[in-house]
């Protein structure tokens, strides 16, 4: 076995997905997992405790998510490496996933191959994605951001609310509202409501439950 296997901390709630990926990086001869998280906080005191090389993080946590935790563990540790697992392709969900200073971000339809490679690649200091994210990242790039009011009105919108509803539920002006769709429609490039939740969930703006 390498004398200094690359050391791996897995983040996920789900205990089938830790051990589907504990069991092939076990088998490696140049890594291990030193340690498991199910959630935010303890993926930070198992930071913590076992500086581990790199960290796999799943990006849907209990409570706090899986780029909130990697911004916890970036905060304290700035050189941490992080590798992102998500189900969401979002170019939303891959933007905040860049915003928390992750290495990489692999979609959960990966192979074991490529996940293992990600492993040795982000350790090297490599930036890993799965096929078309940086492309998803590229025309996030060139969208405006949406302020945190326009995001609660955009998932009223979501689920089918209409603006008067919307302004009895925020405590807003019914005209105040309807500034704060069209901005939205204008941010997102879309022509009505409709469209606006369609590309709300598409890119991983808004997730349903």
């Known amino acids: 076995m390498n004398q200094n296997p690359i050391s791996v901390l897995i983040v996920d709630d789900h205990f089938m997905a830790r051990l589907g990926l504990?069991?092939?990086?076990?088998?490696?001869p140049d890594m291990r997992v030193v340690a498991e998280a199910e959630d935010a906080a303890q993926a930070l005191a198992q930071f913590r405790k076992h500086r581990p090389d790199v960290v796999t993080m799943d990006y849907r946590l209990p409570g706090a998510s899986g780029t909130e935790a990697a911004q916890s563990i970036r905060r304290e540790f700035p050189k941490a490496r992080i590798l992102m697992l998500s189900a969401y392709d979002g170019e939303e969900d891959v933007h905040r996933a860049e915003e928390a200073g992750v290495?990489?971000?692999?979609?959960?339809?990966?192979?074991?191959?490529?996940?293992?490679?990600?492993?040795?690649?982000?350790?090297?200091?490599?930036?890993?994605?799965?096929?078309?994210?940086?492309d998803k990242i590229k025309a996030r790039g060139l969208r405006a951001d949406l302020i945190l009011r326009e995001l609660e009105i955009l998932k009223h919108i979501v689920e089918g609310r209409a603006n008067k509803e919307i302004a009895d539920a925020m405590r807003l002006s019914e005209p105040l509202v309807k500034l704060h769709v069209r901005k939205i429609l204008e941010k997102l490039g879309a022509v009505d409501r409709t469209r606006a939740a369609t590309l709300a969930i598409g890119r991983g703006i808004i997730h349903l439950d």
């Open 22 to 28: 504990t069991v092939p990086i076990n088998g490696e």
């Open 103 to 134: 290495q990489g971000y692999l979609t959960k339809d990966a192979t074991r191959a490529e996940v293992l490679s990600a492993i040795r690649r982000v350790h090297a200091g490599d930036k890993v994605y799965s096929r078309g994210i940086e």
